[in-house]
T-cell receptor, first 112, second 113 residues
Framework: KQEVTQIPAALSVPEGENLVLNCSFT??????LQWFRQDPGKGLTSLLL?????REQTSGRLNASLDKSSGRSTLYIAASQPGDSATYLC???????????FGKGTTLSVSS | SAVISQKPSRDICQRGTSLTIQCQVD?????MFWYRQQPGQSLTLIAT?????????ESGFVIDKFPISRPNLTFSTLTVSNMSPEDSSIYLC??????????FGPGTRLTVT
């Protein structure tokens, strides 16, 4: 059964810092991994989807990597801004390959 | 990407009552899902809503408590029945578009008093 773990649970940084969020998963037989952002009391916004054939995926200041062999993914945020403050969720497909199994998230706070 | 709307966006309900949450997608999708996010927790899959057949429920969730309808490829409803304060959560509808990527609705914030 797929399990997804995210560390750290919370992170506070000053504006401008580069930072890395970590995600690990137990079942490496995944065909993709997805990173989401959730603002307080809101739904989820898809940030990046990495296919199993890819090692990295980039969107603006965000870069996500995937290492299936080690069961790890990282989300790199460059030059952080206060607007980046949110909870970041990592999700991997369930065993059926249909729905998603989520980590508990990393809550990021960027101070100006 | 799919655009998903949910109604209501939030509600406060009394224990013992039921609430039906609607999910509408702007395009036809095969797979729709319902998730629950309890306060301070991550998302947990409730069920997969299948068009034309019974929903598939995850362990710990039962049809009598969370009946689901999926009358067509753009719409689904989730009912939270006989509510208790433990049902206070955000309920999110999700769709899978294409082969892999999933998109989420804005969620329904439910408070049971």
């Amino acid at each position: 059964k797929q399990e997804v773990t995210q560390i750290p649970a919370a992170l506070s940084v000053p504006e401008g810092e580069n930072l890395v969020l970590n995600c690990s998963f137990t079942d490496s037989a995944i065909y993709n991994l997805q990173w989401f952002r959730q603002d307080p009391g809101k739904g989820l916004t898809s940030l990046l989807l990495i296919q199993s054939s890819q090692r990295e995926q980039t969107s603006g200041r965000l870069n996500a990597s995937l290492d299936k062999s080690s069961g790890r993914s990282t989300l790199y945020i460059a030059a952080s801004q206060p607007g980046d403050s949110a909870t970041y969720l990592c999700a991997a497909p369930n065993q059926a390959g249909t729905a998603l199994i989520f980590g508990k998230g990393t809550t990021l706070s960027v101070s100006s | 990407s799919a655009v998903i709307s949910q109604k209501p966006s939030r509600d406060i309900c009394q224990r013992g009552t039921s609430l039906t949450i609607q999910c509408q997608v702007d395009s036809q999708v095969t797979m729709m899902f319902w998730y629950r996010q309890q306060p301070g927790q991550s998302l947990t899959l409730i069920a997969t809503a299948n068009q034309g057949s019974e929903a598939t429920y995850e362990s710990g969730f039962v049809i009598d408590k969370f009946p689901i309808s999926r009358p067509n490829l753009t719409f689904s409803t989730l009912t939270v029945s006989n509510m208790s304060p433990e049902d206070s959560s955000i309920y999110l509808c999700s769709v899978r578009q294409g082969e892999y990527e999933q998109y989420f609705g804005p969620g329904t914030r439910l408070t049971v008093t």
